[in-house]
């Protein structure tokens, strides 16, 4: 399988605990996007990268929140002091850019409940 | 970016063609449209894009109207592995996120 892939699927933490995931993109694409989605919403943008740097930012990622993707490969999130609120599925995306049309390819996502 | 408009859920039968509208009025001439969907508890699955002319590939086709104000896409024989939340996005050229709205659900009965 040569799509974009997430580990852990299902992460289950108490609250407090800091939490990573990881997200490996399709190997040729130099982008790459973390989203969230809380239930019953479509996919919030949190960040992307190009290559290894980080271009944007959305206000959703507080402080408690760091990603990061050396070498322009794979990308890991972080969660500090995890909230009841951060319960939410996380997405990651990668795209090769491609003018005009950039378009992203999800992967399964990491599913996040804090106790 | 647009924003979309769509029906909150639709129904379709089996074999039948599925057709999902979106409304973008205030679509700008450099905003792509896309559709994305999202079976329950797996990412998004990208579908298809356009932007001014109607589009056809193996999962679906786009119509985008002449004013590009409204689009459909078209599912042209639903099967029950179709029935998941449909989401019409528009994004503009060299802007890299997408703004996803709460989408169509379908539901593909037998």
């Known amino acids: 399988d040569t799509g974009v892939s997430q580990d852990p699927r299902h992460k289950i933490t108490k609250r407090g605990q800091n939490v990573t995931f990881r997200c490996d993109p399709i190997?040729?694409?130099?982008?790459l996007y973390w989203y969230r989605q809380t239930l019953g919403q479509g996919p919030e943008f949190l960040t992307y990268?190009?290559?290894?740097?980080?271009?944007?930012k959305s206000r959703l990622l507080s402080d408690r929140f760091s990603a990061e993707r050396p070498k322009g490969s794979f990308s890991t999130l972080e969660i500090q002091r995890t909230e009841q609120g951060d319960s939410a599925m996380y997405l990651c995306?990668?795209?090769?850019?491609?003018?005009?049309?950039?378009?992203?390819?999800f992967g399964p996502g990491t599913r996040l409940t804090v106790l | 970016d647009a924003k979309t408009t769509q029906p909150p859920s639709m129904d379709c039968a089996e074999g039948r063609a599925a057709n999902l509208p979106c409304n973008h009025s205030?679509?700008?001439?450099?905003?792509?449209v896309y559709w994305y969907r999202q079976i329950h508890s797996q990412g998004p699955q990208y579908i298809i894009h356009?932007?001014?002319n109607n589009e056809t590939n193996e999962m679906a086709s786009l119509i985008i109207t002449e004013d590009r104000k409204s689009s459909t896409l078209i599912l042209p024989h639903a099967t029950l592995r179709d029935t998941a939340v449909y989401y019409c996005?528009?994004?503009?050229?060299?802007?890299?996120?997408?703004?996803f709205g709460s989408g169509t659900k379908l539901n593909v009965k037998p």
């Open positions: 190997s040729e694409h130099n982008r």
């Open positions: 990268f190009q290559n290894e740097a980080q271009l944007e």
């Open positions: 996005i528009v994004r503009v050229v060299g802007f890299n996120k997408f703004y």
């Open positions: 356009g932007l001014k």
């Open positions: 995306a990668s795209s090769y850019r491609d003018y005009p049309t950039d378009t992203q390819y």
């Open positions: 205030t679509i700008s001439g450099n905003e792509y």
